[in-house]
């Protein structure tokens, strides 16, 4: 299955100078235990700002121009069609975890969302998810975190 999964403010902003502009522990330990022993893709910023494969996981970097040294948890990919292909034979889900390019790439393979709401607005963010992008979605279920944080997920219709 491909899952996106998403923190976002009340005003639809996910970053902020290349970094999420929040931190709740709660919402990092949250998306830790979900994607945990899945695959996870995510656009060459994202990757910069994560900066290191994130563990026990696959992480695949999608990018056009950009070059990673591989390893067995870390592979680069040129094109959407090429993670897509890839997915049909990875063990577990497939996560697309940003950024916003990247999930626009992914919108139509979707088939569930987690999506983390931030109790704030953030005024001066630069990147924001767009306000219809869960558009044929359905809520499946809640999950309270702390700190005031909701985890919705949603099902494509």
């Known amino acids: 299955m491909i899952i996106g999964i998403v923190a976002i403010s009340k005003n639809f902003a996910i970053g902020k100078n290349g970094k999420l502009p929040w931190h709740y522990p709660s919402d990092l330990k949250f998306f830790k235990q979900t994607t ?3 695959s996870i893709a995510m656009g060459w910023n994202t990757w910069k700002s994560i900066g290191m494969p ?3 996981r696959l992480n695949i970097v999608l990018s056009r121009r950009g070059e990673l040294a591989e390893r067995p948890d870390l592979r680069l990919m040129r094109s959407r069609n090429e993670v897509l292909e890839f997915s049909t034979h990875a063990a577990g889900d497939l996560f697309i975890i940003g950024g916003s390019e990247t999930y626009k790439t992914f919108a139509d ?3 569930k969302w987690y999506v983390t709401e931030v109790p704030l607005e953030v005024e001066d963010a630069d990147t924001f998810m767009p306000h219809n992008f869960l558009d044929g979605f359905e809520l499946q279920s809640k999950v309270d975190l702390d ?4 985890v919705k997920v949603f099902k494509r219709k």
């Open 36 to 38: 945990t022993g899945n």
């Open 54 to 56: 994130l563990p026990n």
């Open 109 to 111: 393979w979707i088939e």
């Open 147 to 150: 700190d005031g944080l909701v």
